[in-house]
Each structure stands twice: as structure tokens, then as C-alpha cells.
């Protein structure tokens, strides 16, 4: 009888001890998002299997139990839902119940474009591919008076926003998302976060805010470390003020959609002036999102008496005053010749 009674308080303290563990979240470090579609009709048992399959939760029998014993069976909602690895049981239920959380996060990097919008809201399933770029051509954002007014020969995947959408995390409705509202919030961003918080830089120079973004965006995609986009702007700005050509492929890239692809001879020699290896000046428009510490770079470039800079392979940047020693450079850590 005694050895039946310790058996009994074993097992029930296991099986405490794995009901316990198995209201814990999946991965409380990694907090993996997934957007869960719950459909309407479903049951508990079909949510519990579901949620199991997205790898939300432990044990599908031990999340029915739990709504049981919470009196919560029977009230989950249908809808599409915003969840993540870091949520116990407690929390899942709590959003499937209230409907709370149906909502997607969405990270735009610095340094992405239209495109690269479009790509990532197509794999997040927010919208179907090309939906992004058509709106960004053809949408109606007249209320955003510092866009320019017309397209000129500012490449067409990028409309009249590229360079002008500000990066950050934001927060969508995972049904019913709006490409043009989401959009539009990012233009606000881009109106608050840079317009209004660097107004009297760009009142007091003579430069236009359209040639501002576009070099900002060169030394968005042109610098690796924070320390060297000043140094960069400013190379730059005075190849750019004593008739230079930039000679910058980020730019070509960019109109050749090659993001890291080897560029080729015959890109080199396409008969467009994004191509700054033929054309001199700046782009016809930015060529990408742009961070604030470009941005300052730009309105704050720090003179210095290089007209050169390469990366080797390694990402560490090497000037030269001359183009001599700009081709000394290339020959030493790239391995190649004169340009």
C-alpha cells in the first residue's frame, strides 16, 4: 500500500511537473513571429492541432486542458493572428480569445528599396508581388508636398517615393492591410523623423532636398562603418562640386537590379544615367531607403584632402589622395588594375 501511494505522488508530480512545462512558451529567446490563420467552425482540438503545427505550443492536450480548466473552451475566435514562440499558453489563449494582437510586425532596413518592399510584404503575404511598386507609380500621394512633382528619369520601380519611404518597425493590420496606408505612414515617418527634425540644415543650404536624398542614399549603400559615412559625404560632395564623375556602381546596381550579383562589362556600359560610371552628377533620384546617420553625414560631410576610397575584400576602407594611389590601392587589396 506504502509503495502504491509513493507511486501515485510520482506520477502525480511528473505529470504536474510536464503540464507545467508545457504551458511554457516554445522559445522565449528567439520569439519566432508567425501569422496563424484560425478559421471560423474551428474547434478546440483543430486550434490546439493547428497551433502545434506553427510551433506555438507544446502539447495540443495539455493546451486543451488548460482552456477546460480556465472555462475558456469554446471562446477562441477565428481570424488571422500575430503570434510568437515567446507566449505561454496563458498568452495564446488570452489574444485567441479578445481577438487582441491581430496584427503583423514589419521591418523596413535602411538601405532597402521599393522593390525590396515589395518582396518582403509578398512573403509576408501581405500582398500580392508588383503591388508595392505599382503604387508607389501610380497611387495618389499629392498630400506629401516634399515628393517631387514629376518623374523625370528617376527609374520607374521606384516611382517618386524611392529614398523617401523612412525606415523602421511597424506595426500592419494582418487582415485588410493597405499598401498605399502603409505607405502614406511611412512617409509620415520620413516627414517627422527627417524633414522636421533636420529643417534648418536643409533651409539654410543651397542645395534641394531631392539632391540631398539622392547623395544620402550613395553613401547609404557606398559606406560600411558609421565612422566612414562623413568622410565618404564628403568625397563626395566635392567630386560633385568640381564637375567629377562619381563613378559609383551602387547606382548601377541599382538600375541593373544586381544588389550583390558581379557586375558585368555590359552593365558598366548600359545607356542610363543611374550609370554614374558614364554620366557625371548624382542619380536622377535616390537609390534606396537611407538612415539617419547617412543623412547627417550628408548635411555634416567632414573634408579631407582624399578624392578615393575602395573596399577590400575584408570591408575595411582604403583612401587615396590621387588616382595613382587610388590604382596602387586597387592593385593591392582588390587585385586589379586602373579603372
Known amino acids: 500500500m506504502k509503495k502504491l501511494l509513493i507511486t501515485i505522488i510520482v506520477l502525480t508530480a511528473a505529470g504536474y511537473l510536464w503540464y507545467a512545462r508545457a504551458l511554457t512558451p516554445v522559445d522565449s529567446i528567439a520569439a519566432s513571429r508567425t501569422k496563424v490563420n484560425i478559421e471560423a467552425g474551428s474547434t478546440t482540438s483543430q486550434i490546439a492541432d493547428h497551433l502545434k503545427k506553427e510551433g506555438m505550443i507544446r502539447s495540443p492536450f495539455a493546451f486543451k486542458i488548460h482552456l477546460k480548466l480556465q472555462g475558456l473552451d469554446g471562446s477562441l475566435q477565428a481570424g488571422v493572428f500575430l503570434l510568437d514562440t515567446s507566449m505561454s499558453v496563458d498568452d495564446l489563449a488570452e489574444i485567441l480569445q479578445t481577438g487582441r494582437a491581430q496584427e503583423m510586425i514589419v521591418t523596413i532596413p535602411e538601405g532597402f528599396t521599393v522593390l525590396d518592399i515589395d518582396n518582403l510584404l509578398v512573403e509576408m503575404e501581405l500582398i500580392e508581388k508588383g503591388d508595392a511598386m505599382y503604387c508607389a507609380s501610380n497611387c495618389d500621394f499629392e498630400a506629401f508636398e516634399f515628393l517631387p512633382t514629376e518623374m523625370g528619369e528617376m527609374s520607374e520601380r521606384g516611382g517618386l517615393l524611392e529614398g523617401y519611404l523612412y525606415p523602421d518597425t511597424y506595426y500592419v493590420p494582418a487582415n485588410d492591410f493597405v499598401v498605399k496606408f502603409f505607405f502614406e505612414r511611412m512617409l509620415n515617418g520620413f516627414r517627422y523623423n527627417v524633414l522636421e527634425e533636420y529643417a534648418q540644415e536643409f533651409e539654410s543650404s543651397d542645395r534641394s532636398l531631392h539632391e540631398f536624398l539622392s547623395m544620402a542614399s550613395l553613401v547609404e549603400e557606398e559606406t560600411r562603418t558609421d565612422e566612414e559615412r562623413a568622410v565618404v559625404a564628403g568625397i563626395l560632395w566635392k567630386r560633385f562640386d568640381e564637375g567629377w564623375g562619381l563613378g559609383i556602381d551602387a547606382a ?88
Open 252 to 339: 548601377v546596381r541599382y538600375i541593373v537590379n544586381k544588389p550583390s550579383a558581379e557586375i558585368t562589362h555590359g552593365d558598366l556600359n548600359v545607356n542610363n544615367p543611374y550609370n554614374l560610371r558614364k554620366f557625371k552628377g548624382l542619380p536622377p533620384g535616390p537609390i534606396s531607403s537611407i538612415s539617419l546617420k547617412s543623412i547627417e553625414a550628408t548635411l555634416n560631410p567632414k573634408s579631407s584632402p582624399y578624392w578615393y576610397y575602395l573596399h577590400d575584400k575584408t570591408g575595411l576602407i582604403h583612401y587615396a589622395v590621387s588616382n595613382e594611389e587610388h590604382n596602387t590601392n586597387r592593385y593591392m587589396y582588390l587585385g586589379s588594375g586602373s579603372e
